[in-house]
């Protein structure tokens, strides 16, 4: 017993040390060009994207801060395509969504104010934060915390992290042996179908056969 809760340990501290919680990028946009990516989330998580636009500037020969450029954020749930989001956003700031069901999501970034034939190059950095609402809920009403109780609350959150997950994936195996036992039940009524369509061919040719004999008195 104890080997195996050694064993357990460690597997949950690697997991702990690789397990991604926030991740960054940046991209370009230019003129009215809208750049999405999908990201799969579990239900009831929220998505914190904190993000930066700066505008090219050929007079500065760099990209600076311009306050009249507008980010529009929209996301939808694929395949569905139900629209969870869609705020139009100043040039830096934040937005939050939550998500409402398992599965792919798509988020979609592009500039308000551009126009059709705008020539207006962004460079957008975005950084997104991927967490469970209860502990959104859980930060909002504590105050500050010792390094030791900040180190426990974090491994709190990773740990409901792979919780999130594994209900996750269990969802997604349950789906899978549904449309595999589906799947298989179509193959076993598609086979009978064949069977008898062959047996009544044959019983046919074999009446016709035989009538053909008689016919010609062979028989």
Not at 22 to 33: D, I, K, P, T
Not at 40 to 50: A, C, N, Q, Y
Not at 97 to 114: D, K, R
Not at 195 to 215: D, K, Y
Request: aromatic share 10%.
């Amino acid at each position: 017993m104890a080997i195996n809760v050694t064993r357990w340990s460690i597997c949950l501290l690697v997991l702990l040390s690789i397990l991604p919680s926030v991740f960054g990028l940046y991209f370009y946009l230019e003129g009215s060009e809208q750049k999405c990516f999908t990201e799969e989330l579990p239900k009831e998580t929220m998505v914190i994207g904190e993000y930066t636009a700066e505008e090219w500037s050929e007079e500065h020969n760099k990209f600076i801060h311009n306050k009249e450029v507008g980010i529009e954020v929209i996301v939808d749930e694929l395949p569905s395509g139900n629209r969870i989001y869609s705020q139009k956003l100043s040039p830096k700031g934040q937005f939050k969504f939550t998500s409402a069901e398992s599965g792919q999501h798509a988020i979609c970034l592009f500039t308000s104010t551009a126009g059709w034939f705008s020539s207006t190059k962004i460079r957008l950095n975005l950084d997104l934060a991927i967490r469970d609402i209860m502990d959104d809920a859980t930060e909002a009403s504590e105050g500050t915390l010792s390094d030791l109780a900040q180190r426990v609350r974090e491994l709190n959150h990773k740990v409901n992290d792979i919780r999130r997950e594994q209900s996750y994936l269990r969802d997604h195996e349950r789906e899978f042996r549904d449309k595999s036992e589906a799947t298989n039940g179509h193959t076993v009524t598609w086979t009978i179908v064949q069977l008898v369509v062959l047996a009544i061919t044959c019983a046919w040719q074999m009446r016709h056969l035989r009538g053909f004999f008689e016919a010609r008195k062979m028989i």
